[in-house]
Nanobody
């Protein structure tokens, strides 16, 4: 059974940093993209970053709102994907989810509906 387990969330002051991790197990070979999404109450799930895990140096994609501040990376040896978040802002406060997709329907991170497998989420809270 596919499992995605996030860790690393927490509370931080604005300007601070956090690193999220997503440990993946039993990911089928059909999965090509690993992504991070975030969601706040009453809002749709928003794509934050994604990485093409099937290329040697994974191509990465970012939402405009996090470009230059967030970095997605993979550790193939550990089947883990990371999201390094720097210069955090209060508007980054959300539940963050790791997800896996075989393909994306639009250029970039893709839509939440593209992603078949999801983790349970980890909360990130940024205070001003």
């Amino acid at each position: 059974q596919v499992a995605l387990v996030e860790a690393g969330g927490g509370s931080v002051q604005a300007g601070g940093s956090l690193r999220l991790s997503c440990a993946a197990s039993k990911i089928p070979s059909s999965v090509r993209y690993m992504g991070w999404f975030r969601q706040t109450p009453g809002k749709e799930r928003e794509g934050v970053a994604a990485i093409d895990i099937r290329v040697r140096v994974g191509r990465t994609y970012y939402a405009d709102s996090v470009k230059g501040r967030f970095t997605i990376s993979q550790d193939n040896g550990k089947d883990t994907v990371y999201l390094q978040m720097n210069s955090l802002k209060p508007e980054d406060t959300a539940m963050y989810y790791c997800a896996a997709a075989p393909r994306v329907s639009v250029a970039g991170v893709g839509r939440a509906s593209d992603y078949y497998y999801w983790g349970q989420g980890t909360q990130v809270t940024v205070s001003s």
